[in-house]
Each structure stands twice: as C-alpha cells, then as structure tokens.
Nanobody
Framework: QVQVVESGGGLVQAGGSLRLSCAAS????????MGWFRQAPGKEREFVAA????????YYADSVKGRFTISKDNAKNTVYLQMNSLKPEDTAVYYC???????????????????WGQGTQVTVSS
C-alpha cells in the first residue's frame, strides 16, 4: 500500500509561480513512476508531468513544457512540480499519482496509476 499526499496549491496571478509537493509513503520499485495530473471543472482529468523514481527520465504534456518542471528527492520520498509562468487555463485540481509498475509507454494514462492523492487546488487569476 502506498499513501500519497499533495500540498502547495493556492491562488496566484497569471505569470506567477507555485510549487506543488507530493509525499509518498510505502514501498516503491525500480519501475515506479510518479505522475501529476489535473482536472478542471467540466473537463476530463489530463496528464501534466511524470518522473521515474529511480531514473532521471521525465515526461511532460505539451501544454506545460518549458513552464513546469518535475523533480524528486528520493531521500524524502517526495516529488515536486515547479510551475512557472502560470496561465488562467492552468486552473485545476492537481493530483499526484503513483504507478508501481510503470513504463514510458503508459505514463500519460491515468488508468495505469495505482495510488492517488486527494488533490490540491490551483487557481490562476487573470
């Protein structure tokens, strides 16, 4: 069993920055992938970014490339999402998720993730 807890959401003006944190407790494996997804009101949940737990590989949605950076601190079992140049369309509930047996072909699909956090609200005002 893996527990996932996000933090760091809030209200920010367009062009501003926020950093989300995701603390994961429990066993991880060499294949584990940590991902961030988001869901805006009335829209489907969408992939944002992901990172391999034991490798430097990172993955991004086209909509956030160059603005968001995913990173990790293995010693703290924590993954971060640094969000810069935020836009109103980034407003959503952001979820952290864990895919225990992940691979590069499936990082983009929320149904492949095994454990989810409760979500944290990010609101970007114009």
């Amino acid at each position: 069993q893996v527990q996932v807890v996000e933090s760091g959401g809030g209200l920010v003006q367009a062009g501003g920055s926020l950093r989300l944190s995701c603390a994961a407790s429990g066993r991880t494996f060499i294949t584990t992938i940590m991902g961030w997804f988001r869901q805006a009101p009335g829209k489907e949940r969408e992939f944002v970014a992901a990172i391999r737990w034991n490798r430097p590989n990172t993955y991004y949605a086209d909509s956030v490339k160059g603005r968001f950076t995913i990173s990790k601190d293995n010693a703290k079992n924590t993954v971060y999402l640094q969000m810069n140049s935020l836009k109103p369309e980034d407003t959503a509930v952001y979820y952290c998720a864990v895919d225990i047996w992940g691979n590069s072909d499936t990082v983009y699909y929320d149904r492949k993730y095994d454990y989810w956090g409760q979500g944290t609200q990010v609101t970007v005002s114009s």
